[in-house]
Nanobody
Framework: QVQLVESGGGLVQAGGSLSLTCAASGHTFSRYVMGWSRQAPGKKREFVASIAGTSTYFAESVKGRFTITRANAKDTVVLQMNSLKPDATTVYYC?????????????????WGQGTQVTVSS
């Protein structure tokens, strides 16, 4: 059974940085697309970033400020968030998609973590 566990959320001031880590288990990590999405209360879940092999993809709103990396030997994927803005305040979810075809569509991911809260104060 695939399990994804996020960590690293918390409170940070605007302009600061946070690093979110997703630890995966139960599948061959290197054969999955890994991604991050976020969802504010009452809003749809939105794509943030993904990594397929060594290719990375980002939402326009975070390009240039967020990076995503994976360590296949450790079954982890990290979302580094820099220059954070208050509108980044929400719950961030790690996701996995079977196969290596990248996607920015959140409904195309197969597995999800429980989420980690990020709060950016102004």
């Amino acid at each position: 059974q695939v399990q994804l566990v996020e960590s690293g959320g918390g409170l940070v001031q605007a302009g600061g940085s946070l690093s979110l880590t997703c630890a995966a288990s139960g599948h061959t990590f290197s054969r999955y697309v890994m991604g991050w999405s976020r969802q504010a209360p009452g809003k749809k879940r939105e794509f943030v970033a993904s990594i397929a092999g060594t290719s990375t993809y980002f939402a326009e709103s975070v390009k240039g400020r967020f990076t995503i990396t994976r360590a296949n030997a450790k079954d982890t994927v990290v979302l580094q968030m820099n220059s954070l803005k208050p509108d980044a305040t929400t719950v961030y979810y790690c996701a996995a998609r079977i196969g290596l075809v990248p996607t920015t569509e959140v409904h195309e991911y197969d597995y999800w973590g429980q989420g980690t809260q990020v709060t950016v104060s102004s």
